[in-house]
């Protein structure tokens, strides 16, 4: 079955440090990949997304490859602020039929960022 | 573009009694709309797929007398659960995919479930 699986935190940075949080996947055939974001007390949202290999998925700073031979998406951020402390979700997106809109998600990783 | 609402935020109800929760897509139609429930600080698990006009499609392990899903139009989802106990007490956001959004999911802000 698919699975996602992304580095545990909770990740700790300074602000303007570097982020990078890894995830990798196992799908079948050719899954869409996301990163979703989650502040405290609300839902999630889009952060950015790739839908085939080699895409680079980008927003508010943030970005992500879609790497098929590593099957890996890992997310990055050159210099983080105090506002991007949340939760990120790494997540696919893979099936036939009406299930190509099911997410498969990871455990999440909690980041703080200290001014 | 591409709002999910969902009502209430929050809710406290007592054990055995049932609470409705509504989600709606504001301003696209959304032909699939899917339900999760989140533990605290673990991700989220999928509960149901909900399609219009059609019975709801329930993961395995998940009760579907308990949480019965209608989505009646194109823009409504509810989920009731039934007689609520306390372990019912959890965080439960839907998303709604509409009909030329392939492969993505909007989100609604959640709602809050506290059962006492």
């Known amino acids: 079955g698919n699975s996602v699986t992304q580095m545990e935190g909770p990740v700790t940075l300074s602000e303007e440090a570097f982020l990078t949080i890894n995830c990798t996947y196992t799908a079948t055939g050719y899954p869409s990949l996301f990163w979703y974001v989650q502040y405290p007390g609300e839902g999630l949202q889009l952060l950015l997304k790739?839908?085939?290999?080699?895409d680079k998925g980008s927003n508010k700073g943030f970005e992500a490859t879609y790497r098929k031979e590593t099957t890996s998406f890992h997310l990055e951020k050159g210099s983080v602020q105090v506002s991007d402390s949340a939760v990120y979700f790494c997540?696919?997106?893979?099936?036939?039929?009406?299930?190509?809109?099911?997410?498969?998600f990871g455990k999440g990783t909690l980041l703080t960022v200290n001014p | 573009g591409a709002v999910v609402s969902q009502h209430p935020s929050r809710v406290i109800c007592k054990s055995g009694t049932s609470v409705k929760i509504e989600c709606r897509s504001l301003?696209?139609?959304?032909?699939?709309m899917f339900w999760y429930r989140q533990f605290p600080k673990q991700s989220l698990m999928l509960m149901a797929t909900s399609n219009e006009g059609s019975k709801a499609t329930y993961e395995q392990g998940v009760e579907k007398d308990k949480f019965l899903i209608n989505h009646a139009s194109l823009t409504l989802s509810t989920l009731t659960v039934t007689s609520a106990h306390p372990e019912d007490s959890s965080f439960y956001i839907c998303?709604?995919?509409?009909?030329?959004?392939?492969?993505?999911?909007?989100f609604g802000p959640g709602t809050r479930l506290t059962v006492t």
């Open positions: 790739a839908t085939k290999a080699d």
């Open positions: 997540a696919l997106s893979a099936g036939s039929g009406g299930s190509n809109y099911k997410l498969t």
């Open positions: 998303s709604a995919v509409g009909t030329g959004y392939i492969y993505e999911q909007y």
């Open positions: 301003d696209f139609q959304a032909t699939t």
